[in-house]
């Protein structure tokens, strides 16, 4: 039985980060522990929040981790709030990959061409020390340009500029590469780079207007788990990308969206 280390921040009232992808990636049978990179008490767009920092807490536990000899067939990780953060995850998916460990890189920092709330480019450098070490990564459109310095366009892209991108962050360091929530060609795809065959692909989607928070860590759980379960790097986007679009689309009436989308009431629809 597989099992993954989920390292992202924890959301006392939200259902985003670890509290959207635990329980799907327990849905999907695969044992998810973590590694809480800070506490923070709500989501970040209700315009007030405090925040806890944990870098202390995983300086200590790491070095447990090892003597006690834990180890993890996959990691993902997320949001990163100190240099020393990064230094230390990547440092450990870096030991972890060596004995055939997955790592999956979420570079949390932006959407709809801004960074988010309380995000400024202290993280979105610490965003591109965590690419450098991943198998796989799949930021947003916004986040894909930050990471790469590449101007953001509204309008969205060619499928010759998409591929470009996906190869500026290869270049960084990760072997695969997805981008989400891009309009390339006039539509709403995702785009993906496989290294295992040197393949570009395009996967179109239907867009249900407006912001639910969370959805990108659905989407991250729910690729995730479907690609330990043995599924092809394209199965598994199009999979996600259908369960994300089911889930907005039940709680598309939901009053409160900072909240995000309430998990554990769509679970069927995994």
Same mark, same amino acid.
Request: glycine share 8%.
């Given at each position: 039985m597989k099992?993954?280390? @989920?390292?992202n921040?924890?959301?006392?009232?939200?259902k985003?980060?670890?509290?959207?992808m635990l =329980?799907?990636?327990?849905y999907?049978?695969?044992?998810?522990?973590n590694?809480p990179?800070s506490?923070?008490s709500?989501?970040?767009?209700? /315009?007030e $929040?405090?925040?806890?920092?944990?870098?202390?807490?995983?300086r200590?536990?790491? =070095?447990?981790?090892?003597?006690?000899?834990?180890? $993890?067939?996959?990691?993902c990780?997320?949001?990163?709030?100190?240099e020393?953060?990064?230094?230390l995850?990547?440092? +450990?998916?870096?030991?972890q990959?060596?004995t055939? &460990?997955?790592? $999956?890189v979420d570079p949390? &920092?932006?959407?709809?061409?801004?960074?988010?709330?309380?995000?400024?480019?202290?993280?979105?450098?610490?965003? !591109?020390?965590?690419?450098?070490v991943?198998?796989?990564?799949f930021?947003?459109?916004?986040?894909?340009?930050? @990471? *790469?310095h590449t101007?953001y366009? =509204?309008e969205?892209?060619? #499928?010759?500029?998409a591929? #470009?991108?996906?190869d500026? @962050? *290869? %270049?960084i360091?990760?072997? %695969?590469?997805?981008i989400t %929530? &891009?309009i390339?060609d006039?539509?709403?795809?995702?785009?993906?780079?496989?290294?295992?065959?040197? %393949?570009? +692909?395009f996967?179109?989607?239907?867009?249900? =207007?407006?912001? $639910?928070? /969370?959805?990108?860590?659905?989407?991250?759980a729910? @690729?995730i788990?479907h690609?330990?379960?043995?599924?092809t790097?394209v199965?598994s986007? !199009?999979?996600?990308?259908?369960v994300? +679009?089911?889930?907005i689309?039940r709680n !598309?009436? *939901?009053?409160?969206?900072n !909240?995000?989308?309430l998990?554990? #009431?769509c679970?069927?629809l995994?």
């Amino acid at each position: 039985m597989k099992q993954i280390l @989920l390292i992202n921040d924890i959301a006392g009232y939200g259902k985003v980060g670890m509290a959207a992808m635990l =329980p799907i990636l327990s849905y999907m049978r695969i044992p998810a522990y973590n590694l809480p990179t800070s506490l923070v008490s709500n989501t970040l767009d209700y /315009g007030e $929040f405090t925040q806890q920092d944990t870098t202390e807490y995983m300086r200590q536990t790491l =070095p447990i981790w090892k003597r006690l000899g834990f180890h $993890f067939d996959a990691i993902c990780t997320g949001l990163m709030f100190s240099e020393e953060q990064a230094r230390l995850v990547a440092g +450990f998916c870096q030991e972890q990959a060596q004995t055939g &460990c997955t790592v $999956f890189v979420d570079p949390v &920092c932006g959407d709809g061409g801004r960074l988010y709330h309380g995000i400024g480019e202290q993280q979105v450098e610490l965003m !591109r020390q965590m690419v450098s070490v991943a198998h796989l990564t799949f930021p947003n459109y916004t986040e894909a340009c930050y @990471l *790469t310095h590449t101007p953001y366009k =509204p309008e969205g892209l060619t #499928r010759e500029e998409a591929c #470009r991108l996906l190869d500026q @962050l *290869t %270049s960084i360091g990760a072997r %695969s590469a997805l981008i989400t %929530s &891009c309009i390339v060609d006039g539509k709403n795809q995702v785009c993906g780079y496989n290294h295992y065959d040197q %393949s570009y +692909f395009f996967l179109e989607y239907e867009e249900i =207007p407006g912001l $639910f928070h /969370g959805t990108g860590d659905i989407f991250s759980a729910v @690729l995730i788990g479907h690609l330990l379960n043995g599924q092809t790097l394209v199965q598994s986007t !199009r999979t996600a990308m259908d369960v994300v +679009f089911k889930m907005i689309d039940r709680n !598309r009436d *939901t009053e409160d969206r900072n !909240r995000g989308i309430l998990i554990e #009431r769509c679970l069927d629809l995994l």
